[in-house]
């Protein structure tokens, strides 16, 4: 009895098998002659590629769309600008795509950066390009090839972009990530690094992040570094064996990335300390630096393993974290770059700057609580009726000149209207019904204390933007700066 249900079930099994499998074949069929409009011999391929022109297309993976926090970035954008500006900095842009050879020489051959994260490619006229890893070497770039040396040392520039390299995409770490950044360019005196890590101090203060440290550290200039060079492979050579393979391969080519080598950290807390090996003169370079940061009360933290993955670095390179941030906790890196210019081409100029990254910045505020509020629209018009819709939309064009305004453009009821003001954290709502054109009298709705007020349109004005009244936009931003 038992083995003749098993063989009922079997049977039934198979029968449903084939079953679908038909279904399956018909549906292909009919979606084939749908397509092909009859023809039944269209291939699979054919209906792939069909259907993959109708899916959505998705961002790149390790980019981002920054949709909803934009006013987060304008906010912190405006901040770091504003800090450089009054420390007399001014914006310098360059292109995002630039000869790779400017990397292979401004960041070096032998970085992981060059190496393995560079976005390159060929153009069609056959030319080596590569979207900017970073924006040191491109700023340094343009400074020669205009020429800027002639206009006056220093040179002062800030920049602000996206920038690209091929790693592997974790929280803070994107392939298109943004970089703020300062150049301070053409002096070697030890209060030009104060001067930049000063900078560095305050545009974080200005966004509101207190809890980060900052690390700093001498790698000497080319005289010394050789003799500490000599004394790294010492140590390292009997290591080598237990060392990660970017570490063996590094061994040779540039000996100093083996201190900041994530896996290999062990071994690097025992190597000699660079600060031993200093010459006189970078000896006195940093300990002026380290008394020029105490005279501003900046704590620091001096730290020998501070080398940074760039081959530019000469003398002080400083790092600011923010260990509540976890594995990505570097912030801000910087330091000086003596040989770099010379090295683009130019006659030797010594520089200084360093690189914020945005997107952990982002996270520090988020971590903190620090995020500022969305800011909404000073005034949200309502129209009583379809009727006053055009003198809501001329009393808008008019009052958009002294503050920030909407109006419904939905068509919507006026509670509708109101709800929608809420939604945009209106601070004011203007009502305009038959009588208020008649009037020239609007109610004015404060959202806050839903008090209500019978004013003409100057008054609204006087109301909403307080002290500064009748002052527009345009007013506004002439006195700024002067
Ligand atoms: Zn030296
Ligand atoms: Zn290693």
């Known amino acids: 009895m038992k083995s003749e249900k098993d063989l009922d079930f079997k049977v039934i099994l198979i029968g449903y098998c084939y079953f679908m499998i038909l279904n399956y074949w018909t549906l292909y069929i009919n979606i084939n002659i749908f397509l092909k409009g009859g023809c039944v011999n269209s291939s699979l391929n054919e209906l792939e590629s069909f259907l993959d022109a109708n899916s959505m297309i998705k961002k790149i993976k390790g980019t981002n769309d920054i949709v909803e926090n934009t006013y987060i970035w304008e906010w912190v954008e405006d901040k770091f600008k504003e800090v450089a500006k009054r420390f007399g900095f001014s914006e310098i842009r360059t292109p995002i795509f630039e000869a790779t050879e400017l990397f292979n020489r401004g960041v070096g051959k032998e970085t992981d950066i060059v190496q393995k994260e560079m976005y390159t490619f060929e153009d069609k006229g056959g030319r080596s390009i590569t979207l900017r890893p970073e924006g040191t070497a491109p ?250 819709r055009a003198d809501a939309l001329k009393i808008s064009r008019e009052l958009s000149k002294y503050m920030r305004v909407d109006i419904d453009l939905m068509g919507r009821k006026l509670k509708a209207q109101f709800s929608n003001a809420s939604r945009e954290n209106a601070r004011y709502v203007l009502v305009i019904g038959e009588e208020e054109v008649k009037s020239g009298l609007y109610t004015l709705k404060r959202m806050s204390d839903r008090t209500q007020m019978k004013l003409s349109i100057d008054e609204v004005v006087m109301e909403i933007k307080g002290k500064r009244r009748l002052e527009s936009f345009e007013q506004e931003n002439t006195t700024f700066g002067s």
Not at 271 to 288: G, M, S, T, V, W
């Open 139 to 388: 700023v340094m770039r343009a400074f020669v090839e205009h020429s800027l040396a002639s206009k006056g040392l220093p040179q002062k520039f800030f920049y602000l972009g996206p920038m690209f390299r091929y790693e592997r995409p974790q929280a803070g770490r994107l392939r298109q990530f943004h970089q703020y950044g300062i150049e301070l360019i053409g002096s070697s005196l030890p209060v030009a690094d104060a001067y930049t890590i000063l900078v560095a101090v305050e545009i974080l203060k200005a966004v509101g992040l207190e809890n980060f440290k900052l690390k700093i550290n001498s790698t000497g200039c080319q005289k010394c570094r050789a003799g500490y060079k000599k004394a790294l492979k010492e140590y390292y050579r009997p290591l080598l064996n237990n060392l990660c393979d970017d570490c063996k391969r590094r061994y040779d080519r540039n000996v100093l990335r083996l201190l900041d080598c994530k896996r290999d950290a062990e071994y690097a807390k025992s190597a000699p300390n660079i600060l031993d090996y200093l010459c006189d003169d970078c000896k006195a370079h940093f300990n002026e630096l380290k008394s020029l940061l105490d005279t501003l009360n900046i704590e620091y933290e001096v730290d020998p393993s501070i080398v940074r993955g760039l081959d530019y670095y000469t003398r002080t390179v400083f790092e600011i974290k923010y260990p509540s941030l976890g594995a990505q906790d570097a912030i801000i890196g910087g330091g000086r770059y003596d040989n770099l210019i010379e090295e683009l081409g130019g006659a030797p100029t010594p520089s200084v700057g360093f690189a914020v990254g945005m997107e952990r910045i982002m996270l520090a505020l988020t971590s903190e609580g620090k995020l500022p509020s969305p800011r909404g629209v000073d005034l949200y018009v309502v129209t009583v009726g379809d009727e006053q």
